[in-house]
């Protein structure tokens, strides 16, 4: 399934995206921030996972992170076409596959917001009240998925699954699929000293 399932990339353009993107650029100058997203195309195997928000399991997710449409749409992070498991149980994980774990969606602008505002190792060029880092995280929601928390699955990792992350402190990367609209979405960021 993960194989024959039909990905195609989705281009939007809109100004909180870009915003926030430069931001996080800006923000994390040794190491960048790339935002993508594609369409999946129905699967009866794939809405049956994706409705129970279990995408970890049997490495459904991390398994279309590695496919060519994913790969090719995000050259910057340097997606390796295999992915080869740490743990035998993975594939019968729940919770945490290939360094992703589920997550609650009501968050996502809140670690959208922090990372705005922190930034990365250093500091950014110019700093933003939190106030501002959490309206550009909530106008990039609005604009992703409408803010709409009930119909989204979010799988966030924090470590480096591909050689593109510094595997410190400042690594991100947040999928969210929106069940309403088929949309898979994924920020990656990072940083290092």
């Not at 295999?82 to 035998?88: G, M, P």
């Not at 990372?115 to 609005?142: D, V, W």
């Not at 920020?187 to 000293?193: H, K, M, R, S, Y």
Request: aromatic fraction near 12%.
């Amino acid at each position: 399934m993960c194989s024959e399932v039909a990905l195609s990339l989705v281009r939007i353009q809109a100004d909180p995206i870009t915003q926030v993107l430069n931001r996080l650029r800006d923000s994390h100058s040794n190491g960048g921030a790339f935002l993508n997203a594609v369409l999946v195309g129905h699967s009866e195997v794939f809405d049956w996972f994706a409705s129970r928000n279990r995408l970890l399991e049997f490495e459904i997710l991390p398994r279309l992170l590695r496919r060519n449409e994913i790969r090719d749409s995000l050259p910057e992070l340097r997606i390796q076409a295999d992915y080869v498991s740490d743990h035998e149980t993975d594939g019968c994980s729940f919770a945490s596959s290939g360094g992703f774990k589920f997550d609650n969606p009501f968050l996502l602008d809140g670690q959208l917001a922090q990372s705005l505002f922190a930034g990365g190792a250093y500091p950014p060029s110019t700093k933003i009240e939190g106030k501002t880092a959490k309206r550009l995280a909530m106008e990039f929601c609005e604009v992703i998925f409408d803010q709409r928390y009930e119909d989204v699955s979010l799988y966030s990792s924090y470590e480096a699954w591909t050689p593109w992350f510094a595997g410190i402190a400042w690594d991100w990367t947040a999928v969210l699929f929106d069940k309403r609209t088929r949309t898979l979405w994924i920020l990656a960021v990072t940083d290092e000293d």
